[in-house]
């Protein structure tokens, strides 16, 4: 890996085995983005790449005879006002009235290793080896400012990292209306713009559709999270690129909330890539001596398709996004009481679902929402982080203490950004809320945004949960977020400085975090927002996994799960098995693919086990036996591949293999039965072509074949359905494994699923 600048030629490239990225500095002084790609041997001079020629209505933006025309140029971070045309990535209001600017080339530095962004979550480096940095500084003579365009390039990954900074040196009043954190120009349209949207319990579905002429892109205005609707990613992607082979370039925005996301393509079909905060209600002015820092995009270039990308940013976030003792660890096997009792607990319930937990081999138990203040529904309570005595007589301490000599650990539910009027903490502080005063204050759920943007709220907060932390023996903590934000407007900022308070919300909650995580290293965080509406890379900065989708049926889950593992590790996947009929969908699915789709994530239950069967309770004993054996492979040291698209057929595949390819897992799901149906083949990937594997998998009859039932249909069900047998590596990708839809059948009818393990053996 390597920054280098050609001093001659004004050009900086940063490259190592597998990208390239060229930037150069034009004769106006602007920076050009020349070239972004696989990777390119280094020389002298690539000018020839800069394209110019004169065009009729063209503004050119160099003295004569110069042909140098911003509209026609790639330009590194464009400019607002200089005759292009399209959306630029900054736009300052100046104290005139202008918005015109010159940031013109002033110097540079290249380092060794990345320099944090904090209070803003990154991507870091444990060495200075293991990447180098680039800065560029532009400046504008005429409001004294500065710009710095921050690059850092991984030297084993092909990442490459993107920030903006505006720094106000004079004294000129400088209002930043828009400040994009990156911009990234192609020079044709032939591209597919792939994004994961959807809503509330079906999160993350993956679009795609092919660029045209115009915006195109995702945008989030919730203010409170990233959001269900659109995650922070957009990829680009050749109409020809598969999960395994082409070109994409993934963009990522390391940032939990209010987001621009766009694809502008030229009439002369350049496209160009904006990533930012979105502009809309943002204002910061900057006094002099102040900055302004954006937060990080994360570009990932691959040519070997979506699956090599998805795997570049798991292994970069699962091992340099997020921190703390749980990075490296394989994750604990819950059991969460939510969908066990909802608000309807009280201690003995509480127990009695835990003691059946630990019988059957789960390590954890998580008790969810409706365990402080007057919380016994959700009208009221949210904001009184002191436990109820009525369902708890003795407390936190005393529940987690006795959870704990049942051989488990404990962990609880916190929703600590918002407040149910009906509360005591917002009877003792009304204007503690987001809203604007003498405005009609929306609600959602029946709650309110608290005003993270003032640090007395956020100082308030910490108190009062950290009182419960420390008194209690507490190992995992689920952070919830129901709401997103209405009447954006802060009680506590003044008027001038109102355009701030979105982005200091998202300060303030990782400011909560950052207190939380340091006082308590040990507690295992987990993100929640109505489930997924808060996935994003901010958060797994702090906490190292995330509530996939309040969604749990498992049918479903495979659409989650699949969209969710274009960008994040499966690690970071919470992923509970929870009861039939779903409590989402009134859906039946057999146990078995419960577990199935359950064990590519954080693996858990979300049920009642006492209500199970004594055969479902062996095949849940069953399959934690399984996860332990299995969830180092799976969460830790695994490649995660993506083999059949539940958004292009009735089947859905994927599959982990370990890095020396010794061994995998890999599931096989059908969503509805097909009578009479085409003969199947599983292809895989990653193996060892020459390798010897032995593949197993079990055939067990699932329930509804209960022993009643085994009688009637003259089933034993005692009998030995493991199979087992051997193939080499190369037929298992080229050829596939064999399925047999009586196999399929025999786990369920609809929603039948099967587990491959391959072991490497010669
Ligand atoms: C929404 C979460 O996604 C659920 O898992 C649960 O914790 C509820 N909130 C509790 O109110």
């Known amino acids: 890996m390597a920054i280098v600048f050609h001093e001659k030629s004004k050009e900086f490239h940063l490259f190592n085995q597998e990208v390239s990225y060229l930037i150069r500095v034009m004769e106006n002084g602007q920076l050009e983005n020349l070239y972004y790609g696989k990777a390119l041997k280094d020389r002298d001079d690539f000018s020839h790449q800069h394209d110019e020629t004169m065009r009729s209505l063209m503004s050119v933006n160099s003295p004569e005879p110069s042909h140098l025309s911003m509209q026609y140029t790639r330009q590194e971070y464009p400019v607002y006002g200089t005759g292009d045309y399209r959306s630029p990535a900054f736009s300052i209001l100046q104290e005139n009235g202008s918005r015109i600017v010159n940031y013109t080339y002033a110097g540079y530095s290249i380092s060794k290793g990345k320099k944090s962004l904090e209070p803003l979550p990154a991507t870091y480096v444990e060495s200075d080896d293991e990447a180098e940095t680039l800065e560029i500084t532009l400046h504008d003579e005429v409001t004294d400012t500065d710009l710095t365009l921050s690059y850092t390039i991984y030297a084993d990954y092909p990442v490459i990292t993107r920030n903006a900074r505006f720094l106000q040196k004079g004294s000129a009043k400088i209002v930043l209306e828009r400040a994009l954190s990156a911009s990234v120009e192609f020079l044709d ?3 597919e713009l792939m994004h994961l ?6 999160e993350r579905y993956v679009k795609t559709r092919k660029l045209e002429t115009g915006i195109q892109g995702i945008q989030n205005m919730r203010g409170t999270g990233s959001s269900s609707e659109y995650n922070p990613f957009i990829a680009l ?18 940032y939990s909330g209010n987001f621009l996301a766009q694809a502008e393509v030229s009439t002369h079909e350049m496209t160009r890539i904006l990533m930012g905060i979105h502009p809309e209600g943002f204002s910061w002015e900057l006094k002099q001596g102040e900055s302004f820092q954006t937060p990080e995009v994360v570009m990932v270039y691959s040519d070997q398709g979506l699956n090599k990308m998805s795997q570049v940013y798991h292994r970069l976030y699962r091992t340099r996004l997020v921190r703390g003792k749980w990075r490296d660890e394989a994750r604990p096997i819950l059991l969460n009481n939510w969908e066990a009792t909802y608000f309807d607990f009280d201690e003995e319930k509480i127990l009695t679902i835990a003691k059946k937990a630990k019988e059957v081999g789960v390590e954890l138990f998580v008790l969810d929402d409706g365990w402080f203040g007057a919380r016994n529904d959700d009208y009221r309570g949210l904001g009184d982080w002191y436990v109820n005595l009525e369902k708890l007589p003795d407390g936190i301490s005393g529940l987690s203490k006795k959870v704990e000599e049942l051989g488990l650990k404990f962990g609880l539910w916190v929703e600590l950004e ?5 509360s005591d903490l917002y009877r003792a502080h009304p204007d503690w809320l987001i809203g604007a005063p003498d405005r009609f204050e929306s609600h959602a759920r029946h709650q309110h945004v608290l005003d993270f943007s003032r640090k007395e709220v956020v100082d308030y907060i910490y108190e009062m949960i950290a009182k419960v932390i420390r008194e209690s023996s507490i190992s995992y903590i689920k952070w919830d977020m129901n709401r997103y934000m209405s009447e954006p407007y802060s009680r506590g900022a003044a008027p001038s400085e109102q355009g701030k308070v979105m982005h200091r919300y998202i300060l303030g909650v990782y400011d909560l975090y950052t207190r ?12 929640c927002a109505s489930g997924g509406a808060r996935f994003d890379p901010g958060m797994l900065y702090f906490a190292p996994q995330t509530w996939t989708s309040d969604d749990t049926d498992a049918n479903e889950r495979m659409k989650i799960q699949y969209g969710t593992s274009m960008v994040y590790p499966l690690v970071s996947m919470g992923s509970h098995v929870s009861a039939v009929p779903n409590h989402q969908l009134n859906r039946d699915t057999s146990l078995a693919t419960r577990a199935n789709v359950a064990y590519f994530g954080t693996f858990g239950y979300e049920l009642d086990l006492n209500l199970l069967s004594d055969r479902e309770i062996e095949q849940v004993k069953k399959q934690i036996q399984f996860m332990k054996e299995y969830r180092e492979l799976i969460q830790i040291e695994g490649d995660f591949y993506r083999l059949l698209s539940p958004f292009e057929g009735n089947e859905t595949a994927w599959m982990v293999i370990s890095r020396d390819k010794k061994n995998a897992v890999a599931g096989y799901y059908q969503s509805l039965n097909k009578v009479n149906g085409s003969w199947i083949r599983l292809k895989l990937q990653g193996l060892c072509p020459d390798a010897l594997y032995e593949i197993s998998y079990d055939t067990e009859y699932d329930v509804p074949f209960d022993s009643e039932m085994a009688e009637v249909y003259g089933i034993d069900l005692d009998a030995d359905t493991v199979h087992t047998y051997q193939a080499y590596g190369s037929e298992l990708m080229y050829a596939g494994i064999p399925i047999s839809r009586e196999d399929l059948n025999r786990k369920s009818m609809d929603f039948g699923s099967l587990l491959f393990i391959l072991k490497q053996i010669a």
């Not at 992607?237 to 390391?254: A, D, H, M």
């Not at 918002?418 to 009906?422: A, R, T």
């Open 189 to 191: 349209m032939d591209y």
């Open 197 to 202: 949207s959807g809503a509330w319990s079906r």
């Open 237 to 254: 992607k050749r109409p020809y690129t598969t999960e395994n082979q082409g070109e994409v370039y993934g963009f990522s925005f390391v």
């Open 418 to 422: 918002m407040v149910n009027k009906d």
């Open 516 to 527: 939380l995580t340091t006082e308590f290293p040990d507690i295992l965080f987990e993100s």
